[in-house]
């Protein structure tokens, strides 16, 4: 079974939370219990970053998945625009043709006998 790492705060986390717990400490509070009420706090700021990036994954699944319905539905509507066909422009076949053509005679009539 793979072990969890637990992330630590990030720094910045951890600054703010500190900077938040001596905004709020008591006069007769220690150093320690500042910086455990700190760390309780860098945990609270870190745990509400990580439901926060949940719910934005969820948001962008929900939207992913009406954006294939409504495509999926327009081209159930429209088949005719969904479907591509490709056709062989005959244009670009006749001119390389004409010019094998134009070179076979040359070569054959004009060229030798020149």
């Known amino acids: 079974m793979a072990k969890i790492k ?6 910045k986390t951890q600054e703010e939370a500190l900077t938040m717990a001596k905004a709020t400490q008591r006069p007769r509070q220690s150093k320690e219990q ?7 706090i860098a945990k609270g ?9 949940a719910k934005a994954r969820e948001k962008d699944k929900q939207r992913k998945k009406e954006e294939h ?13 969904s479907e591509i066909r490709y056709r ?23 060229g030798l006998g020149g």
């Open 69 to 81: 319905q409504t495509a999926t539905e327009s081209a159930e509507q429209n088949p005719a625009k």
């Open 34 to 40: 500042t910086k455990m009420i700190a760390q309780g």
């Open 88 to 110: 062989t422009p005959w244009l670009p076949w006749a001119l390389l043709l004409l010019t094998w053509a134009g070179i076979g005679l040359y070569i054959l009539g004009l």
């Open 6 to 11: 637990k992330q630590a705060p990030s720094p």
């Open 45 to 53: 700021i870190d745990q509400y970053k990580k439901q926060q990036k």
